[in-house]
């Protein structure tokens, strides 16, 4: 019922920006919460940020608060974009980032359930 197709990934410098995008395609309209989640080579999938439908309510994992900022454009109810931007990006950073959507802020941050196919981020030092 929802497609989602993340863009913008691609070598970045460490003090650097980088913005990510997330084009969502809806199916049957209804109102989907959207987040990031990466996950680095070895290491467990872990979450980014999530916003909700509205845009009015954000979470972000601490490690990235004060440097990434999620937000989103909803042009239609079959068609929304998220965006991740980030700011002061680290080598720390360096890993696949996917979207994601489900119901709610607390359910797209813990287990989501729908997914992108993700994209590569790699922060050079």
């Known amino acids: 019922q929802v497609q989602l197709v993340e863009s913008g990934g691609g070598l970045v410098q460490a003090g650097g920006s980088l913005r990510l995008s997330c084009a969502a395609s809806?199916?049957?309209?209804?109102?989907?919460?959207m987040g990031w989640f990466r996950q680095a080579p070895g290491k467990e999938r872990e979450f980014v940020a999530a916003?909700?439908?509205?845009?009015?309510?954000?979470?972000?994992?601490d490690s990235v608060k004060g440097r990434f900022t999620i937000s989103r454009v909803n042009a239609k109810n079959t068609e929304n974009t998220v965006y991740l931007q980030m700011n002061n990006p680290k080598p720390d950073d360096t890993a696949v980032y996917y979207c994601a959507a489900a119901q709610n802020v607390a359910v797209v941050s813990t287990t989501p359930g729908i997914w992108g196919q993700g994209t590569q981020v790699t922060v050079s030092s």
């Open positions: 809806i199916r049957t309209p209804r109102t989907y919460a």
């Open positions: 916003i909700s439908w509205s845009g009015g309510t954000t979470n972000y994992a």
